[in-house]
């Protein structure tokens, strides 16, 4: 999946939360744990709906959590 511009998008705006004042330090490590998810998900050649879907999952309760607190 390399070179995809919304993969590289996603990649971005998670950078840009985890720079953000006043976050804890809980929620920078989900951040962190969700960017993490993303670059192996863009390793992987030819990913299966699983594993998009648990990767998506992952980015969206590290989301929902940041804000949510």
Known sequence: MKHNKDLQFCSDQLRLLQKRDGLEPEQRR??????????RLWRIPNPTR????RV????TEAISETFLR
Request: charged letters at 40%.
């Open 30 to 39: 989900s951040l962190e744990k969700a960017q993490d998810e993303l670059k």
């Open 50 to 53: 699983q594993e998009v879907y």
């Open 56 to 59: 998506v999952r992952t980015i």
